[in-house]
């Protein structure tokens, strides 16, 4: 039998859970992009190799997408509010020890540890809370709750790349300080609001979690240091296919155990299913299009991390003012059409900023980065709600833990793909430029792979010769077409695989029947709405 400590928000102020959960994931969708920023400094400062600060990057994100199924089990069998506090805790406590890094031999095994002690915090933490944020919302207000999450989560992520370009110039350690306060914030905030503890005690599949986590682990790493290595590098493919073969092999292995880490059926679900495709293609385009302005910002237009990352303001303006009228769709009509039409929006904006980068003139520019952001928040947390309405009460973490993996994939695909796209096209627009200026072919060709690898700005923006800047603008212009083909094809799977029309809410029989959770029936229990 499943219990829970409280059967709902009650007469607690839902705005107030839901302002809670808000604090507690905050972190995790700031330090998505605030370390990449700071990244030149601190390797500086400590004196790290590239391969050790791109480590410090990635462990968080690996760990985060490695444990995002475990922890979305784990809030669902030990209790949602509980593992939201222990998952703040711990990240809070990583931050404050990465910020503490110490200079010498250790620092980098330090601050790599620590970033996926992060990580494992993040993937704690987030499926508990959007778990909650379900559980104290009715199906028909839900959109409008968790499109103003996704519209102020995905506003942070944005914002990231801004606040650490001012942090680190008093000190590259605030960056992660910088969570203390905000989780303090959270655990007060979480005590007086008392969520929802929902629960389901069962054993952990301890076999599953075998298998997803160097299945997941192995794949994004393969697409992580695809740009770095070289797609020519067999490790990267070996990575890739060894994750992929344990991904398959965790399918079916959970399709058969009694009580699954991923109770696979709910792939079974159409729109559960379409709806998770399409966050994975849409996370190609939102999570690298914040680097890749920012990173625009410092080499096209030659300007320092603190004003080139204002572009991204723009795309985050656009963004969460249609994130509401989507929230607001969704409720009223489904999700088909928010979905469609913001991925339409989004592929249209996004061709039309490819067109105006390489004028180096941020004002031909705003428009259509307001309506590439306008796009995504009109389709993004609207997808995203309704594949989690496809679960169970009981189901939810779970239900997160998947749509999670699922966007950090995606995250790391299109940063594998476009970064490769971004440095390939770079590398020969440079290559071109400087044998037209008379330097000799194979010297041109070692001089622009030195040029592409760099990952920012030079520390001078002046600096920077305008044939660079206009060569970058050109790699700029490929990998934000990319991102309009990447779109227009969420758009399609959208149109042609989604059904119109509100889901009805089912849970009251579901929670009725929860024998049928172990998996007797598991087409009953996520049934395809139409």
């Avoid at 790290?48 to 669902?76: C, E, V």
């Avoid at 711990?90 to 540890?113: K, N, Q």
């Avoid at 237009?301 to 985050?316: C, D, G, P």
């Avoid at 009981?394 to 950090?408: C, K, L």
């Amino acid at each position: 039998m499943s219990h829970s400590s409280t059967a709902g928000a009650g007469g607690r102020s839902r705005s107030l859970i839901l302002t809670a959960m808000i604090f507690a994931v905050a972190m995790t969708f700031i330090d998505q992009t605030i370390v990449s920023i700071a990244a030149p400094t601190i390797q500086h400062n400590l004196g790290l190799s590239s391969s050790g600060m791109q480590w410090a990057i990635n462990a968080y994100l690996l760990t985060l997408a490695a444990l995002f199924a475990f922890g979305g089990r784990l809030a669902d069998i030990a209790g949602h509010r509980r593992m939201v506090v222990i998952g703040v805790i711990i990240f809070a406590g990583a931050s404050a020890l990465c910020g503490a890094t110490p200079s010498g031999a250790a620092a980098e095994a330090w601050l790599v540890a620590f970033r996926a002690v992060q990580g494992a915090g993040g993937a704690i933490m987030f499926p508990a809370a959007i778990a909650i944020v379900v559980a104290t919302f009715d199906l028909h207000s839900r959109g409008r709750a968790l499109a103003l999450f996704f519209g102020i989560a995905g506003g942070l992520t944005a914002i990231g790349p801004i606040v650490g370009g001012y942090l680190i110039e008093w000190t590259w350690r605030s960056i992660f300080w910088i969570n203390i306060p905000v989780a303090l914030i959270a655990l007060v905030l979480i005590a007086i609001s008392k969520p929802p503890n929902e629960s389901r005690p069962a054993p952990m599949d301890y076999r599953g979690l075998a298998l997803i986590v160097p299945g997941v682990g192995l794949s994004v790493f393969g697409f992580q240091q695809s740009a770095l290595w070289g797609w020519g590098n067999p490790v990267i493919w070996a990575s890739i296919a060894v994750g992929v073969v344990l991904l398959i092999v965790f399918y079916r292995v959970e399709a058969r155990t009694e009580s699954p880490l991923i109770n696979v059926a709910i792939f079974r679900n159409r729109t559960f299913t379409v709806e998770n495709i399409i966050l994975g293609i849409a996370m190609m385009a939102f999570i690298p299009v914040f680097f890749f302005a920012a990173i625009y910002g410092q080499i096209a237009l030659a300007e320092k991390a603190t004003t080139s990352s204002l572009l991204i303001l723009y795309f985050f303006l656009g963004f969460v003012v249609a994130a509401q009228i989507g929230g607001r769709m969704l409720d009223r009509i489904g999700a088909k059409r928010p979905v469609v039409l913001g991925s339409a929006l989004a592929a249209a904006g996004f061709g039309l900023w490819a067109s105006t980068v390489t004028d180096l003139h941020v004002g031909a520019q705003v428009i259509w980065i307001i309506m590439a952001g306008a796009g995504m928040g009109l389709m993004l947390g609207q997808a995203n709600t309704d594949a989690i309405n496809r679960a169970s009460r009981y189901s939810y973490g779970e239900a997160t833990g998947i749509t999670q993996t699922v966007r950090n994939y995606g995250a790391s695909l299109g940063f594998a793909i476009l970064g490769t796209l971004l440095i390939t096209r770079f590398r020969s627009a440079i290559t071109a430029s400087l044998t037209s200026r008379g330097l000799p072919g194979p010297a041109a060709s070692a001089e622009a792979a030195k040029i592409a690898q760099l990952q920012g700005g030079t520390g001078n923006p002046a600096a920077i010769p305008q044939f660079i800047r206009a060569d970058f603008a050109a790699a700029t212009r490929d990998v934000l077409y990319g991102m309009c083909i990447i779109m227009a094809i969420a758009a399609i799977i959208a149109l042609r695989g989604l059904t119109r029309g509100v889901q009805q809410d089912t849970e009251a029989t579901v929670t009725d029947r929860e024998d049928q959770f172990r998996g007797d029936e598991p087409d009953d229990l996520y049934p395809t709405f139409r």
